[in-house]
């Protein structure tokens, strides 16, 4: 074999990331959720040869108070619907800390849909009505999907 056929991304086992942003900082004192971010996506436009692919939600989240439950999720505009795997869970946390939820790609309800482009929207929401609307609040600082590749 000539080295123009061993020409890959990388090595095996590289990863290889691309990310799609969904949302940046913002306060939210609700339980009705607030959108944060939207993007448009279709998971088979993401395709790299030699490469395998998954789909990761990432977030960094905090609450104003604890204790408090708050929540960030993805929600499928264009067929109505949340992504049941992107639902993140901050739980009694005041500091920045890292939430991430690998995605289900399919065509069934609650995942990603492998069906074509469809919109989707980034979403803060708190538990439950707040107590205290001054500190009761879930502090998003960032929100992104992510592609990564797996050099195979």
Known sequence: MTQAHQIGPGQVGNLITQVVPCGGRESHNSDT?????A???NPNNYSLAKAS???KFVVIAANGITPLTT???LRNITDGEDVTTS????IDSTAQAKYEATLTVGSGAGEIKNTGEKIYECRI???APPGNPATDTIELYKAELQAIFTVL
């Open 71 to 73: 929540h960030v999720k």
């Open 53 to 55: 692919v998954a789909f």
């Open 125 to 127: 929401y708190l538990d």
């Open 33 to 37: 959720p607030l959108v944060v971010g």
């Open 87 to 90: 639902v993140l869970d901050v």
């Open 39 to 41: 993007f448009s996506f």
